[in-house]
């Protein structure tokens, strides 16, 4: 090899590792960036951990107790179909009388029966009153396949026996 072809190998070598060392530079500034970024996110949310957790944690809770129960608890699910002055009219009953024969381990179609009310009466007047708050303040109407689904579920809830 001859002189000059040494010193411009010698060259070229020299610009690689010059290139080579700034990009690994480069490369070793942007991954400082990203855990210092990530730094700094994770100790914004150990903060916020740390916030929250001196805060007292908050109560869930529905604005009405629930009159009706299942195994002693409230049952806010049958209370939203059985609370309801449509049907306690309709069973000539007062909200008491009504969770008095339920927990007697009775079901709202039984408690129909012996006033010779039929279950269809009891469904059609607390589906009446669901759609009615469903569809509170909103233009559209229930579909027919809406309606089923509500029946069944309040067929679900009148059928229900405590005990």
Do not use: C
Not at 122 to 146: D, H, P, S, Y
């Amino acid at each position: 090899m001859s002189k000059k072809n040494l010193i411009m190998a010698f060259g070229i070598s020299a610009f690689l590792l010059g290139s080579g060392h700034t990009y690994a530079k480069q490369i070793q500034k942007d991954a400082d960036a990203s855990v210092k970024s990530a730094q700094i996110v994770s100790t914004q949310t150990d903060e916020t951990i740390k916030q929250k957790s001196n805060e007292q944690p908050t109560q869930f809770s529905f604005t009405d107790e629930a009159f009706f129960t299942t195994n002693s608890q409230p049952d806010y699910f049958a209370n939203d179909f059985l609370n309801n002055s449509d049907l306690f009219s309709l069973l000539d009953m007062t909200p008491g009388e009504l969770k008095q024969n339920l927990d007697t381990g009775k079901s709202v179609v039984e408690i129909a029966a012996s006033k010779n009310i039929s279950t269809q009466d009891v469904i059609e007047v607390i589906a009446k009153e669901q759609l009615k708050r469903q569809f509170e303040g909103e233009e559209k109407e229930a579909t027919e396949e809406m309606i089923e689904d509500l029946k069944v579920k309040v067929l679900h809830v009148i059928e229900y026996k405590s005990n």
